[in-house]
């Protein structure tokens, strides 16, 4: 009896181990280069857009200057293309001579400085995908080499290794990291490589995981993308909680490929998602507009919240799509995304069971600000408008029961 109970309890307690590291307990924030400066390394062409330390320290200055860093935002990160083609001597990784001239600790020190933390990218592979050298039988030095360099963060690519041997290589490179003694966040690209990924070892080693295919710069992979997620949600939403997060990529937020009303669905679906909101934009010559976005304080503590439940879609029709967080304080956050193309807004009547939300009566606040606040419910139907390839993003607060008892 003594034996089952014992196995009862060891089953369950490791159906909750999770990476216990401490970090990311809500989703990471900050900017990475990867979606907007590739693996531009020209810098004589290029001076303002290659990967180098001069951009690192340029948008690290604008991020703190101009209240990214407040709204929390504060890991910045460099992805792909940091590397000499080459080891050293010792086998250790070597960042670029010419474009990191002073190091990785020198930046590090400089992030630090300021307030923020310190990403980077490497690849489980023999490769980086840009095909520098990759960490595969490196694993050890390369983790101690991130660790003299005051590494915070690790974006741990798949590219150039079998995906049979990811299983197996993610929890050993992070059980590395662990024993390295520094709390580094672990981002893992696993689940984005296989075709059938287990959640439940991905979710226990890993603090944030890709899911899925690289976003690009517009509005049909951003589609893809979200289309992807809905489909897919219920083999691996229920994984998120503080310390694990899916993935769905990169925010295109002020870039060349969506408008307003699309960058304003980004925001609100990565919000719902709890996915992590890693800007890649050049922040020097951002509109203003779209600035805006990426800084609405409203939206930022949806996807922050601590309850850190990922939220679903749950209604699609005419391709008008409702989708849902439940958050800490018992409220909802309700986007309704127009992926429409016709011309005019698209006009949607609505009940509280449509949305999936508790039949009560609520204070129902538009998170950009387009619509006055209004009371809504139990009953009836809720309208709103929503321009095409656009979103209406409310948060409905459920009217305290003090209010009601109040007549009685
Ligand atoms: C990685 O390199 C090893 C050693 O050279 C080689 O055996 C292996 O096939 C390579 N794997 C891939 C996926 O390139
Ligand atoms: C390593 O793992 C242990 C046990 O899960 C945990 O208590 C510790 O904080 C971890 N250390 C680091 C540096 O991640
Ligand atoms: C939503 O429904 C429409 C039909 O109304 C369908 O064409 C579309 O593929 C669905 N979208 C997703 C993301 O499932």
């Not at 310390?243 to 295109?252: S, V």
């Not at 309850?307 to 967080?325: D, Y």
Request: aromatic share 12%.
């Amino acid at each position: 009896m003594g034996g089952i109970y014992l196995l009862v309890f060891f089953g369950l307690f490791s159906l909750n181990k999770a990476l216990d590291n401490g970090l990311a307990l809500t989703p990471p924030m900050g900017w990475l280069t990867w979606q907007r400066f590739r693996c531009i390394t020209d810098c004589e062409k290029y001076p303002d857009e290659c990967i180098s330390e001069n951009l690192i320290k340029r948008m690290a200055d604008i991020m703190l200057d101009e209240g990214y860093l407040e709204a929390g935002y504060n890991y910045v990160g460099i992805d792909d293309c940091w590397l000499e083609k080459q080891r050293d001597d010792n086998g250790r990784l070597v960042p670029d001579r010419n474009r990191f001239p002073n190091g990785m600790k020198a930046i590090a020190d400089y992030l630090h400085k300021k307030g923020f933390k310190f990403a980077l990218y490497q690849d489980y592979g023999n490769k980086t995908c840009m095909g520098y050298p990759g960490v595969l039988g490196h694993e050890a030095t390369d983790i101690q080499s991130f660790v003299d360099w005051d590494v915070d963060y690790i974006k741990l690519d798949g590219c150039y290794v079998d995906t049979g041997k990811m299983d197996d290589g993610y929890p050993y490179f992070g059980k590395l990291m662990n024993e390295s003694g520094r709390p580094m966040v672990y981002s893992c690209s696993w689940p984005a490589y296989q075709n059938k990924p287990n959640y439940a070892s991905i979710a226990n080693h890993c603090n944030l995981w890709r899911n899925w295919d690289d976003i690009q710069d517009s509005w049909s992979s951003l589609s893809r993308i979200m289309k992807w997620f809905a489909e897919n949600q219920d083999d691996f939403a229920k994984y998120a909680r503080p310390g694990q997060w899916n993935d769905p990529d990169m925010l295109l937020i002020g870039n060349f490929g969506l408008s307003l009303d699309q960058a304003k669905v980004q925001m609100a679906v990565w919000s719902i998602l709890a996915a992590p909101l890693l800007m890649s934009v050049d922040l020097k010559t951002i509109r203003p507009e779209f600035k805006e976005v990426l800084l609405n304080r409203d939206i930022i503590a949806i996807d922050q919240d601590s309850l850190g439940r990922q939220g679903l879609r749950v209604w699609n029709k005419s391709n008008c799509e409702i989708w849902n967080r439940k958050l800490s304080d018992g409220s909802y956050a309700i986007a309704f995304v127009n992926k429409r193309d016709d011309g005019a807004p698209y006009a949607v009547k609505v009940s509280l069971d449509t949305m999936s939300i508790p039949k009560q009566a609520y204070e129902v606040q538009d998170l950009y600000k387009e619509e006055k606040p209004r009371s809504f419910g139990p009953g009836g139907d809720f309208e709103t408008r929503i321009n095409p390839s656009g979103v209406k993003f409310f948060k409905f607060i459920p009217k305290t029961s003090n209010e009601v008892k109040t007549d009685t």
